[in-house]
């Protein structure tokens, strides 16, 4: 009788809304370390708690689970099998999702997770993840095998330029997927990746390839990368259904990256070009600069400057003074470099 006082006042003192009718508050408990009661349904993280064990809500009826910013990592098949789960709040500061997570919790379909610290999803953390509409996970590095295998009602994720890596099978037979946005990176796409994405008809590139894009000299340029980042989404709905997605946007992706990097070798060689003729340009302009003063006159080109550079005794010494002396060094220093494109 003893034991079970002690228990049932530790458990009361984890409770924080004690339910007085069917329309009171659910009752929230304080999770702050050891094992859950399994009747629990609504979860607190204590501010002293920075990860989720293992295994620790496994098979549990949690429905909502309230987080906060300095959990950091969520630990293997910590909600496995969570049938009751809907919602997780506040997790802004995990940056690791572990080994199978959410595994199998097919009513949960809003996830709350910060925009700058998430960094890595993985093996099949969300499978089954039935529920899920869609995800921004703007701040990924690496997406493990099979981490949205099976999320058949996503229509729609969006990953971010960090992201790295895609494992083998990421989004397996995610049925009802339209719409997938990621960065520009030919090594990204693992084996089957699209396969089941029977649906899937538009892919958006993120990332800084748009600003080195807009940058580019030529207008023409600009035109025909426009053409080539939309020509995946005239491919893809024409894949068949037991076509190969994902061989599609591996070829896609490797097309788009060698004409970027063509067009940029274009562009900086235009620049350099353009810069060896303001060059000259200047030189051309200190030196009539010094005919005139040496003559006292502003008007007269005739005149022979007073001092010439002995270009052709000592020339790299002469183009250094040459330099020095119109502007050049700067100009080139300072201005080529921010023109050119990475």
């Not at 995990?94 to 890595?120: H, Q």
């Not at 023409?220 to 020509?231: G, L, N, P, S, T």
Request: a positive charge.
């Amino acid at each position: 009788m003893a034991n079970y006082r002690i228990g049932l006042n530790l458990l009361q003192a984890n409770v924080i809304n004690v339910r007085a009718s069917s329309h009171s508050p659910p009752v929230i408990y304080l999770y702050k370390g050891g094992p859950v009661p399994r009747h629990v349904t609504h979860i607190r993280i204590d501010k002293s708690i920075k990860v989720i064990p293992d295994e620790l809500f496994s098979g549990s009826n949690v429905q909502v689970v309230e987080m906060h910013d300095g959990v950091y990592k969520i630990g293997k098949l910590a909600f496995y099998n969570c049938r009751c789960l809907e919602r997780i709040s506040g997790a802004t500061g995990v940056r690791l999702i572990d080994e199978g997570a959410f595994y199998r919790c097919r009513r949960l379909k809003d996830v709350e997770f910060g925009s700058e610290k998430l960094e890595r999803i993985g093996v099949g953390a969300f499978t089954r993840c039935g529920s899920l509409r869609g995800l921004k996970l703007p701040s990924v590095k690496i997406v493990e095998s099979h981490a949205f295998q099976f999320c058949i009602n996503m229509t729609d994720v969006e990953f971010g330029e960090r992201l790295e890596r895609m494992g083998e099978s990421a989004l397996l037979n995610c049925y009802s997927l339209r719409r997938v946005a990621m960065p520009l990176r030919e090594d990204l796409i693992s084996d089957n990746i699209f396969k089941g994405c029977t649906n899937m008809a538009s892919l958006e590139l993120v990332g800084e390839v748009h600003n080195t894009i807009s940058h580019f000299s030529l207008q023409v340029w600009k035109d025909v990368m426009k053409y080539e980042i939309d020509a995946i989404n005239q491919v893809l709905p024409a894949v068949p259904a037991d076509g190969n997605k994902t061989l599609a946007v591996r070829q896609w992706i490797r097309r788009v990256r060698t004409r970027v990097e063509h067009f940029t070798t274009e562009h900086n060689s235009s620049l350099e070009e353009s810069a060896t003729i303001l060059e000259l340009s200047l030189w051309r302009d200190n030196l009539i600069g010094e005919t005139s003063h040496g003559n006292g006159s502003d008007s007269s080109l005739e005149a022979k400057p007073n001092k010439r550079a002995r270009i052709d005794v000592d020339s790299d010494s002469a183009r250094q003074e040459r330099r020095m002396t119109c502007g050049a060094n700067i100009v080139v220093k300072n201005v080529l470099p921010f023109l050119q494109l990475k």
